[in-house]
């Protein structure tokens, strides 16, 4: 048998920490071998395509394991707010966007934060109201857990003074109980529903341009975390739509919503089962933030002395749907920032153990931004996985600017972004973007996590550096580990015989570079998806 592809050069199967020379024997959808440089001729047939790359770097196909794909789909035809720098010049950023697209109904944005700007103050609907006052404004914060929404999106939403908050959300009102355009965590769901909706044709031109952008980053595989707080933003009958007519160019987990309704949830699992679609399990925020102090914290905040945050289902609640899902079969995912989170998270899987026996389920914590010492190492007892974004401990353009400074203070500083120590530990580590939140691209977030540094330097050295990683370690938690977590190690995520042909070439060798500050700047030089090449630069 004749090679379909053969890729020749620098080679980082996963198997190892570091790059080979050899060359990638591809038959149809499938790695046949990974051989040595020189014994590729064999395979080589008058049919085969044969790539020859010297400088490059051959990987698997990158898996982002956190994503907000609908979401991040919207966000490419949305007001962008991330460099505003105060509540008017967001505004006006908006309006520009609204008088650049006068067909949308809707006017989309997100990226604001107010722990940016000068007041550092939450923003009002008159702001909005003096520049768009006929149309309806929705705009998501940096973190997808609040909107700032004006007058006329809440008239079409019928939200005013005698609404009732969510039971895990809230409405900011005024002195005198009139909402003032913003809304907390589940909240931010009673205007979603409508402000988001799309037709399909809309979805499909939209998912179109998100297949553009994964193949142009090497992204072969990628959950899709449906639930935000309070919406749940399902495009799957899209994506099955492009799967039907040969155009789906990624694998697509999703994560349906855990919230104690398991007929619906074995309903996904049995419609969405294929090698490109299929339910991967069931997610559930704990907790929020710390910018906002809605991250649960096991001591109270540093800065704010009376808060530790919030926890976004009773204890009981979400302990009861976790075991009764783990009963099921199913994987459960649990948001959690706050080391309070963690913790809760932690005793809903040891009591899903303890209820229903050890078993291979890989239930996951999302985001871990801070870790109290003690829960550490139950990580690696209760062998859940960390999924991890490096690219959250930078959310802000300088170190001194990051409100973690503010809110954990002394030894609490050392216990942000745990990253290396998992890794160090055996703990199975998976990396995700969290796109839109950040960009997509997984030179940010490989950067991140090897530097561990703002984008102006700072702190020297790295904040915390003994969790910096190698680079080796961050393709792995970028590739296999992402694999891992979708139960599929054993086809894809890694360069080997039997892997299907999910591949990445890199223009730049990772290993090679004068300094680490240049990750960021590598590009894709080909993309190959079940054997195809979806992409070439």
Not at 91 to 103: G, R, S
Not at 229 to 252: K, S, V
Not at 275 to 293: C, P
């Amino acid at each position: 048998m004749y090679a379909d592809l053969i890729m020749t050069g620098n080679i980082f199967t996963g198997y190892s920490s570091e790059p080979e020379r050899g060359a990638v024997i591809i038959i149809n959808d499938t790695i046949q071998t990974v051989s040595g440089p020189d014994d590729y001729h064999k395979w080589k047939g008058p049919e085969t395509k044969l790539f020859q790359f010297n400088e490059e770097l051959i990987i698997p196909g990158f898996h982002d394991f956190h994503t907000h794909t609908y979401a991040g789909g919207l966000s490419q035809n949305s007001a962008s707010l991330f460099s505003a720098r105060s509540e008017d010049e967001a505004a006006q950023m908006t309006a520009d966007f609204a008088a650049e697209n006068p067909d949308s109904q809707w006017v989309l944005g997100l990226g604001w934060h107010h722990i940016f700007w000068g007041k550092k103050e939450l923003p009002t609907k008159e702001s909005l109201d003096r520049l768009i006052p006929d149309r309806p404004v929705f705009l998501f914060n940096v973190e997808y857990h609040g909107a700032w929404v004006n007058s006329k999106a809440l008239e079409l939403t019928g939200i005013n003074r005698t609404s009732k908050d969510p039971e895990f959300g809230r409405i900011e009102r005024d002195g005198n109980g009139e909402p003032t355009g913003f809304l907390y965590e589940d909240a931010l769901g009673l205007v979603a529903e409508k402000a988001l909706y799309l037709p399909d044709k809309a979805r499909d031109l939209q998912f179109s341009k998100l297949l553009t952008m994964t193949a142009s980053l090497g992204v072969t595989s990628l959950n899709d975390m449906m639930p935000l707080p309070g919406i749940q933003l399902d495009d799957t009958a899209t994506y099955r739509r492009f799967e039907q007519n040969g155009e789906l160019t990624l694998r697509i987990y999703l994560e349906g919503a855990l919230n104690g309704d398991l007929k619906h949830a074995k309903q996904l699992r049995s419609d969405y089962s294929s090698g490109l679609i299929r339910l991967s399990g069931l997610k559930a925020f704990l907790d929020g933030v710390a910018t906002t102090y809605t991250a649960s914290v096991v001591e109270p905040y540093s800065d704010r002395p009376e808060a530790t945050g919030i926890t976004l289902l009773p204890p009981n609640l979400v302990e009861d749907w976790v075991v009764a899902a783990d009963r099921d079969g199913f994987r459960v995912r649990l948001h959690a920032c706050g080391d309070g989170g963690v913790r809760l998270g932690l005793n809903c899987y040891e009591a899903a153990q303890k209820a229903n026996g050890s078993r291979d389920s890989r239930h996951t914590i999302e985001h871990i931004e801070t870790l109290h010492p003690d829960d550490f190492p139950r990580f690696k007892e209760l062998d859940v996985i960390a999924s991890i974004q490096p690219e959250h401990l930078a959310m802000t353009e300088t170190y001194s600017e990051t409100p973690y400074l503010e809110r954990f203070k002394g030894d609490r500083l050392k216990n942000m972004f745990i990253n290396n120590s998992f890794i160090q530990s055996g703990v199975h580590v998976a990396y995700s973007s969290d796109f839109p939140i950040v960009e997509m691209n997984p030179m940010n977030g490989i950067h991140r996590a090897v530097t561990r540094l703002h984008n102006d330097g700072e702190p020297k050295g790295g904040w915390n550096p003994e969790e910096k990683v190698s680079i080796g370690d961050a393709l792995k938690c970028y590739t296999s580990g992402g694999a891992f977590g979708v139960f599929r190690e054993n086809e894809i995520g890694k360069l080997g015989p039997g892997m299907k042909a999910d591949i990445a070439v890199l223009k730049k060798n990772l290993f090679k570079l004068d300094c680490p500050e240049e990750i960021r700047d590598v590009k894709i030089r080909m993309t190959i998806f079940n054997g195809k090449i979806i992409y070439e630069n």
